[in-house]
């Protein structure tokens, strides 16, 4: 599944998928335009700055993801967006243009998302040869009205795609990783990626959004990794 610009509604067999559990859940996801940026360059500074997070940081619970002593495995100790650099703050940008985008297209929907109140936890991901994410979510079914939205950005992918399940896995679809681009999802989504193949490293940026300050983690705020996002 390709998708185009914009919002998305997850459609299989030509129909709209919804929640096989009876809740009022549709599937949707939201992709970017692709974003021009140096990738060579951002690449390499993202690979120097995992080995500084990676030195300074023991291994901490991965979210399911089985990559135990990884970049992933602490995020909870950083925030990608505190990271002050020209080529991330293009990518940060273009990450809070999206949001804003999205958040206002479903409040032409009648949702009212406040958006005075974001809190934002923001990591990034290596994978390099042989390795893959496994399944798992951001948030478990019975925190479903906790949910908000979640992001990944791709920096550097070859030949993968995020792969996402129906809460009750009884239906999936894929998205190709393309570099430079945003895919924006429901939290409460499964997903998980194809096993990387290439000798060059697969790098994305990812991220859970909360429209409310309650609903984060009071621990990750007072840590400082997850922080008020301004949409400006």
């Not at 500074?45 to 995992?50: C, H």
């Not at 570099?179 to 939290?187: A, N, R």
């Not at 060059?200 to 997850?226: H, M, T, V, W």
């Amino acid at each position: 599944m390709t998708g185009f610009v914009g919002l998305n509604k997850v459609n299989i067999d030509g129909k709209d998928i919804k929640s096989t559990m009876g809740i009022d859940i549709d599937y949707w996801f939201w992709k970017s335009e692709v974003l021009d940026f140096d990738k060579k360059a951002t690449v390499d500074f993202l690979l120097q700055k995992e080995k500084e997070i990676i030195e300074s940081y023991p291994p901490g619970p991965d979210g399911g993801t089985n990559l135990p002593d990884s970049l992933t495995s602490r995020y909870s100790n950083y925030n990608f967006f505190k990271i002050d650099h020209p080529l991330t703050k293009k990518i940060q940008d273009h990450i809070k243009h999206n949001i804003k985008q999205c958040i206002t297209t479903f409040n032409e929907f009648n949702k009212n998302i406040p958006t005075d109140d974001l809190w934002l936890v923001c990591w990034y991901n290596v994978l390099r040869k042989g390795e893959e994410i496994n399944i798992h979510a951001h948030r478990l079914i019975n925190e479903l009205e906790k949910s908000f939205i979640s992001g990944h950005f791709t920096v550097q992918a070859e030949n993968t795609n995020t792969n996402y399940l129906t809460i009750c896995n009884s239906q999936n679809w894929a998205v190709e990783n393309i570099p430079g681009q945003l895919v924006i999802f429901p939290t409460y989504v499964p997903h998980y990626t194809d096993i990387t193949n290439s000798d060059e490293p697969r790098i994305s940026i990812a991220f859970d959004l909360y429209d409310n300050k309650q609903l984060a983690s009071a621990n990750f705020i007072e840590k400082g990794n997850c922080i008020k996002l301004q949409l400006d």
